[in-house]
């Protein structure tokens, strides 16, 4: 069975730090890309970041370019986030997903794990 767990989630203090984790399963990290999204309370489900297979190609939304780092490692079947200076408005259910070919299109993922809480306190 496919799974995607999350973790690393939690309450930080406004200009904090977390890493968050995903551990996956069974056949669904090879040759697949990762990503991360987010959902705020009320809002729809956005894009935060993804990465190739290989790790050689990234994209990051506007809004965390610079902030976050997107990585993989492909022995262990994890893929991180490193969310650097967090606001408030970073404030969401994290999750991450797999998906055939690096994309930021919401549509192209096939597998998603539970999700994981990061609380930014102003």
């Known amino acids: 069975q496919v799974q995607l767990v999350e973790s690393g989630g939690g309450l930080v203090q406004a200009g904090g730090s977390l890493r968050l984790s995903c551990a996956a399963s069974g056949h669904t990290f090879r040759g697949y890309a990762m990503g991360w999204f987010r959902q705020a309370p009320g809002k729809e489900r956005e894009f935060v970041a993804t990465i190739s297979w290989r790790g050689g190609t990234t994209l990051y939304a506007d809004s965390v370019k610079g902030r976050f780092t997107i990585s993989r490692d492909n022995t262990k079947n994890t893929v991180y986030l490193q969310m650097n200076s967090l606001k408030p408005e970073d404030t969401a259910v994290y999750y991450c997903?797999?998906?055939?070919?690096?994309?930021?299109?919401?549509?192209?993922?096939?597998?998603w794990g539970q999700g994981t809480q990061v609380t930014v306190d102003s």
């Open positions: 997903a797999a998906a055939p070919s690096i994309s930021s299109d919401y549509d192209q993922y096939a597998y």
